[in-house]
């Protein structure tokens, strides 16, 4: 809180009605400063630079932006997000049973336990084992902290560039302490027992977690200021744990591509795999990886502010209230919303069906012109603005694919299995991703979902030394493609952002 308050300006009280807090602030403090001085974890997908509309809050009785409205006499709040939806949060993934063997443990703990985290940009799940066994003892996900700072990794960034890293990086540690603590604590154990966490996040997770400068993340040629996997021990990231207990980040590989991916790999075992394959993780970030046991190439693109709704007029995440899929019923179209209430927005998995009955309808055309908006209800709509944002997104996943294929020497039809990883991944329609041109249509039979991938990587590593071994390994072999300077990249994305498909179009 103290980072908003300064001797040379007045000060000022903000009362949350809904939290029941108070905070004094600075004059010139935006309330939406303010939501975070008092420990509310606000959504702000622009990272507060007043252009997504979704940090609505009624101060004084009036409806603001609460990254817009600067606090200058006293006052009272009430935010209008409704923070108390259930939200999907995926949590199992592709996991193979191996024998647990961590190696040397720190300690002399007669029950140790191990913890694996995946650091996703949008959600959090900690996972909790028996350092003996290996048993799953429990997990716990929540929503990431530092959306607060913004929805994608590029906004984080440029937020830690301007203001700093700290708020961003302790905010997440205290997020990740608090789930081991938690589930220590519910598994009948002490949180003194956690000997070792291992960690996975894509580059700017990796970074903001560790405190790293992120300025070489977002210039060109766009390249992680550490790869190599990092050692430290969990008290000095301000995590309780065992005294000497350890934390291990799995390395990254490239650019965006980070250790996630390196997890998704090892979960997959791309280093076995006989067939092309490729896999696809649709978040905040949009990661891929084409190859076998042969070799593999990389890459990354920022994709996912449409998927995951943040720069959606209606869009939100997938919880109770979204609406999550879209259907044609003679001739009708129909939808589903999670929780079976009013529909309070659109997420990533229903605007891709929405945008593809409308493209069968007519009401959409294949240039992505709408004739006018699409009401769903009086308060939830698609608009054009809505399909433009979701062709650069899809057009971005598809150019990817056909670049890593050209890098590669492959025809799209050499692909034998597309493993989607993720949330968006586990839930997207199939027909509806390949019918707008997010994935290729010919891949459609090929298409397995495989959960939270990264999840079940991390854990893999934390459980056995050789897993851990073969992560490193991986992602060293990996060959990083970086998109944005590859020579055919504009030309192929714009020749992507068309949604027309053969299947109805008749091309």
Not at 101 to 124: H, M
Request: glycine share 10%; hydrophobic share 40%.
């Amino acid at each position: 809180m103290g980072q908003y308050l300064d001797s040379n300006h007045a000060t000022y009280t903000i009362y949350f009605v809904n939290e029941q807090r108070t905070v004094t602030v600075s004059e010139g403090t935006t309330v939406l400063e303010a939501e975070t001085a008092a420990g509310i974890i606000p959504d702000a997908p622009c990272g507060g630079r007043g252009k997504c509309g979704k940090c609505r809050i009624r101060v004084n009785g009036q409806e603001v932006l609460a990254c817009q409205r600067e606090i200058r006499e006293d006052c009272r709040a009430e935010t209008l997000s409704d923070e108390n939806r259930h939200v999907q949060i995926l949590n199992d993934g592709l996991f193979r049973e191996v024998p647990c063997s961590p190696g040397t443990l720190p300690g002399n703990a007669e029950r140790p336990l191990l913890a694996a985290v995946d650091l996703g940009s949008t959600s959090v799940v900690v996972y909790l084992m028996d350092g003996i066994t290996g048993t799953l003892l429990g997990l716990k996900s929540v929503l990431n902290p530092q959306r607060q700072f913004g929805a994608d990794v590029v906004t984080r960034c440029s937020y830690a560039m301007e203001h700093g890293a700290e708020s961003l990086s302790r905010c997440i540690r205290r997020t990740v302490g608090e789930l081991l603590e938690t589930l220590a604590e519910e598994a009948g154990r002490k949180k003194e027992e956690i000997v070792r966490i291992v960690i996975a996040g894509n580059s700017c997770m990796h970074h903001l977690f560790l405190e790293i400068p992120v300025d070489t993340l977002v210039r060109a040629p766009y390249v992680p200021r550490v790869t190599e996997t990092v050692r430290r021990k969990a008290l000095d990231c301000g995590i309780c744990a065992g005294k000497e207990a350890d934390l291990i980040w799995l390395p990254n590989i490239g650019g965006f591509v980070g250790a996630d991916t390196t997890a998704c790999m090892l979960a997959a075992e791309f280093d076995r795999r006989e067939e092309l394959t490729l896999l696809v993780d649709i978040g905040t970030n949009g990661e891929m990886v084409l190859g076998n046991r042969d070799g593999y190439t990389v890459c990354s693109t920022a994709a996912g502010p449409a998927f995951e709704g943040a720069k959606i007029a209606c869009g939100m995440r997938g919880s109770d209230g979204a609406i999550d899929h879209v259907y044609l019923e003679h001739g009708e179209v129909k939808f589903h919303v999670i929780g079976d209430c009013a529909p309070a927005g659109i997420c990533g998995s229903g605007l891709l069906d929405a945008v593809f009955c409308l493209l069968k309808t007519g009401w959409i055309r294949e240039d992505g012109y709408m004739k006018e908006p699409w009401h769903f209800s009086e308060t939830v709509c698609l608009i054009q603005k809505d399909i433009r944002e979701l062709q650069l997104a899809k057009a971005a996943i598809a150019a990817g694919i056909q670049l890593l294929c050209r890098k590669r020497g492959n025809d799209l039809s050499d692909i034998r299995t597309v493993l989607l990883a993720g949330a968006f991944g586990n839930y997207l329609n199939p027909e509806s991703a390949c019918g707008i041109g997010l994935l290729p249509e010919l891949l459609k039979e090929r298409i397995v979902p495989v959960g939270n991938a990264a999840g079940a990587g991390v854990r893999l590593a934390a459980l056995s030394e050789d897993e851990l071994r073969r992560a490193e390994v991986l992602a060293k072999n990996a060959e990083f493609m970086e998109l944005a300077l590859e020579p055919d990249f504009m030309d192929v994305y714009v020749d992507e952002m068309s949604y027309a498909q053969e299947d109805f179009y008749g091309n």
